[in-house]
């Protein structure tokens, strides 16, 4: 009887591969024009996208210019595609968010925008650091997600939420 030692089946294994040719999809190139009807959309982007409260009042889109806009004047959707990540930073909280645009559209009845968000704390003295985590806690006490967290957890009276049903 013969024993395979350790490596001997790697020795006797041939790869081939075989090569194939795809198809890429389009590349479209656009100039964008940053005047008066850019500086326009970008308003209505950025009230849309990261609001009007408080918290989104310390935030800033570091690379505005990294976003392109169309309008369909037919049926009145504003859509916006980057280029790169956008990045934003949030002086509030103490954050700079990088999110990867996949879509954005806005009408006068919705706005819908899908994309990935990565968070990453700005660093600063213990004071500042300090109330950031303050600021961060109160933001989210009351926020939906606090809500759906204890909902989740069966803790919505310990956590001051009042649930009636009709």
Not at 19 to 36: A, C, G, H, T
Not at 58 to 87: G, H, M, V, W, Y
Not at 116 to 136: D, H, L, P, Q, V
Request: charged content about 30%.
């Amino acid at each position: 009887s013969y024993q395979l030692k350790p490596g001997d089946l790697l020795k006797s294994l041939v790869f081939k591969l075989t090569p194939q040719s795809n198809m890429l999809d389009e590349v479209v190139i656009r100039k964008q024009k940053y005047d008066e009807e850019w500086d326009y959309n970008l308003k209505r982007f950025r009230l849309a996208f990261i609001g009007q409260s408080e918290i989104a009042s310390d935030c800033e889109i570091i690379n505005p210019k990294a976003i392109f806009f169309s309008f369909d004047s037919e049926n009145r959707i504003l859509t916006a595609e980057t280029r790169e990540p956008l990045r934003i930073e949030n002086k509030g909280l103490g954050y700079v968010i990088t999110y990867d645009l996949v879509s954005f559209a806005l009408s006068t009845e919705k706005v819908f925008f899908k994309g990935y968000t990565k968070f990453e704390a700005i660093e600063k003295g213990k004071s500042k650091m300090r109330k950031w985590e303050n600021a961060r806690q109160e933001a989210y006490n009351g926020s939906m997600m606090h809500f759906f967290r204890a909902l989740q957890n069966n803790t919505l009276k310990e956590n001051d939420f009042i649930v009636n049903q009709f």
